[in-house]
Structure formats: structure tokens, C-alpha cells
């Protein structure tokens, strides 16, 4: 299967040169998300959890929009830019992979898009 960009209608519109969402062999990358509200596409501020739900939605919402849940995530990957935050994005994660949650890497980074303090990527399976 040739690589894809399916449309997306409730994702925040991206901050560079890159697609939110690509499909390939069966496999379904989404693009690193920050707290964006997609309706406006303001950064939500508040605080690493209050980030990371905002992150989950948005995730929830692009994997919605091609078919697919949470439930079909295989991996994550987490950005944080201070690792003291770790704890509070880790609980809010766990309500939205409550059982077999994916494999997933973590680590901290210097900085982030638009001062953005979590940032998440998945991959899924079809």
C-alpha cells in the first residue's frame, strides 16, 4: 500500500511543513501534537496535565476522523520539557490507554513548538 495523507477534519491546522496524519502498509502515523485548540488553533496553556488531555483529545479526535481509536495505537512517544512533569502527564495518559496500553518512549527536550510543554505522537494499526 503506497503512502497516503488522509484528510483530517478535526485536527488543529499544522505549524510547519508536515502532514498531521500519514498512512502506509496498514500503519497510521499522527504528527507530534501539542495543546492546540483545533477549533481556533490557540495554544492551551495550564500546566503539563492540562496539556496532555488537550493533546489525547486531539489525538482521539485524528485517529476518529481515519477510522480508527485509541485503542489501535501500537506506540507513543512523549515530549516533555521537564522531566518533574513526568508524573502528572503519566496520569493523565493512563485514562486514555486504561488497559493494554501501547509501548512508549518518553524524554525530555529542551523546548517544543509555541512554548508548548507536552507534546505526543502515535502510531496506529489498521
Known amino acids: 500500500m503506497p503512502k497516503s495523507i488522509p484528510p483530517v477534519a478535526h485536527a488543529p491546522?499544522?505549524?510547519?511543513?508536515?502532514?498531521?496524519?500519514?498512512?502506509?502498509?496498514?500503519?497510521?502515523?499522527?504528527?507530534?501534537?501539542?495543546?492546540?485548540?483545533?477549533?481556533?488553533g490557540?495554544?492551551?496553556?495550564?500546566?503539563?496535565?492540562?496539556?496532555?488531555?488537550?493533546?489525547m483529545e486531539n489525538i482521539r479526535a485524528i485517529l476518529g476522523d481515519v477510522g480508527l481509536s485509541l485503542d489501535d495505537v501500537v506506540k507513543t512517544t512523549i515530549f516533555v520539557t521537564d522531566i518533574g512533569d513526568y508524573a502528572a502527564v503519566n496520569e493523565v495518559y493512563a485514562e486514555y490507554f486504561p488497559a493494554s496500553p501501547p509501548t512508549r518512549s518518553a524524554v525530555q527536550v529542551a523546548t517544543l513548538p509555541l512554548g508548548a510543554s507536552v507534546e505526543i505522537e502515535v502510531v496506529a494499526a489498521r
Open 13 to 40: 491546522n499544522p505549524v510547519g511543513p508536515y502532514s498531521v496524519v500519514t498512512e502506509a502498509n496498514g500503519l497510521v502515523f499522527v504528527s507530534g501534537q501539542v495543546a492546540l485548540d483545533p477549533a481556533t
Open 42 to 55: 490557540a495554544r492551551i496553556t495550564g500546566g503539563a496535565a492540562t496539556e496532555t488531555h488537550r493533546v
